[in-house]
């Protein structure tokens, strides 16, 4: 990398560790990842419902402190959690002999405390691409001393250095990734994230099962747009030696590395396993007789089977078995000339989320007019998938021999599926 940047604002040496603030209080405990880089963030326990999809382990909004002759501070926390994250820095240091503020990506999860940090510690400048600039002056309103940074540029810290690498639309317009050569340690802000609160700080706390899954629902739910830009991303991050991730939500990455940047990569690829997730929703129980017909089919083919009903599974939980099938069945009954409210907005949501590379195939019932899997059919169409079949759309209550017809339907698709 090069593009140096040349900061001659007076240095200032970081004080001792002192887990007491002025009354004598214990203090929220920072945590320190590196020699003198320490989590600052917040936790926040009671998240349950974030950007659309749910969070029944709640998240974190982790902020890095890098003590060196400037002091510097990656990224800030949701606003009603800064006096959380300056409890914690003022455990390290005194927040005014903060240099910089770096401000990877300028969503309020992250930027939301910048206007009260930036009152704590008056002499911090504002690090940011350009865009990210941009996003603060439109977000916040404020007259803040910045310097602006590109892909390549390098800030002195003292003993450590800041390499920047823009990553846009990873997922924002102005998101880019801080990293420590010293240190082999990325900071990418949304990349790599979970939400996830807990004790720990650290993957291998939680275990990758847990990790990987959160990880997983983080991208399929937010990220899976943006595959091309994220393989961008990991070639980049690909020639950085690294060792340790420290994400803008839930724990650090130290001890999975390796298999978290090859699922990532297979996520980026649009890479699928081989299985079929069927989804859908029913009034009467006609469509979930032909769901439950398509899943015994797909299962005489040997494909395995997630079966997702609207009414009780989350549309986003559904999204983190999408990331990985190979074929999304989706199946409505005809309501007032259209699908179901909750298949259309289901529908609304998977088509945002541009997943590819999948088989689409779409069924249901109806009464008369028959046009809910028709519109079905047509999302799936327009999401550019493979459309392996004709629909299954079936009047009023299917009879055994519809049922078999339908289950017989399954397992030619299952075949289509292995092949």
Excluded at 188 to 205: L, M, S, V
Excluded at 395 to 405: C, I, K, R, S, W
């Amino acid at each position: 990398m090069s593009g140096r940047i040349q900061d001659k604002t007076k240095l200032v040496t970081g004080s001792v560790l002192n887990l007491k603030n002025n009354e004598g209080v214990i203090a929220l405990r920072p945590v320190e990842i590196k020699p003198n880089i320490y989590w600052v963030g917040a936790i926040d326990w009671d998240l349950r419902y974030f950007h659309g999809y749910l969070t029944p382990r709640g998240t974190t909004y982790n902020a890095y402190l890098i003590v060196d002759d400037k002091i510097t501070l990656v990224d800030t926390v949701k606003n009603c959690f800064f006096d959380q994250m300056l409890e914690r820095i003022k455990a390290i240091v005194d927040p005014a002999k903060i240099d910089y503020l770096v401000v990877n990506h300028v969503e309020m999860d992250h930027s939301g405390s910048v206007p009260d940090f930036t009152e704590a510690a008056p002499r911090a400048r504002i690090v940011t691409s350009s865009k990210g600039k941009k996003g603060l002056e439109r977000h916040y309103k404020k007259d803040w001393e910045y310097l602006t940074v590109n892909s390549g540029d390098d800030l002195s810290l003292g003993s450590r250095t800041l390499k920047f690498v823009q990553t846009p639309m990873v997922h924002w317009p102005d998101s880019m990734v801080s990293y420590i050569p010293e240190e082999k340690l990325l900071l990418p802000n949304d990349a790599f994230g979970q939400h996830i609160a807990g004790a720990g700080r650290f993957d291998d706390q939680l275990g990758w099962d847990i990790v990987c899954e959160e990880a997983a629902k983080y991208y399929a739910n937010i990220v899976l747009p943006y595959g091309d830009q994220v393989k961008k991303a990991l070639e980049i991050i690909g020639r950085l030696p690294i060792d340790m991730i420290g994400p803008s939500h839930g724990v650090i990455w130290r001890s999975y590395l390796p298999r978290l940047l090859e699922v990532y990569s297979r996520w980026a690829d649009h890479e699928t396993d081989e299985k079929a997730l069927i989804v859908y929703d029913t009034m009467w129980g006609s469509t979930k007789e032909m769901a439950g017909a398509l899943a015994r089919g797909l299962e005489d083919a040997g494909v395995p089977v997630i079966t997702r009903f609207l009414q009780t599974s989350h549309m986003s939980e559904i999204m983190t078995d999408v990331l990985t099938s190979r074929a999304v069945f989706v199946g409505s009954p005809t309501l007032n000339n259209n699908m179901l409210p909750t298949v259309a907005g289901f529908l609304t949501y998977l088509k945002g989320l541009r997943p590819q590379k999948r088989l689409g195939f779409a069924f249901g019932s109806y009464g008369w007019g028959g046009q809910g899997a028709r519109q079905v059919q047509e999302v799936l169409q327009s999401m550019g998938w493979e459309i392996p079949g004709e629909m299954i759309n079936l009047q009023y209550v299917p009879d055994g021999e519809e049922l078999l017809a339908v289950r017989e339907a399954g397992r030619k698709l299952g075949k289509t599926i292995k092949e």
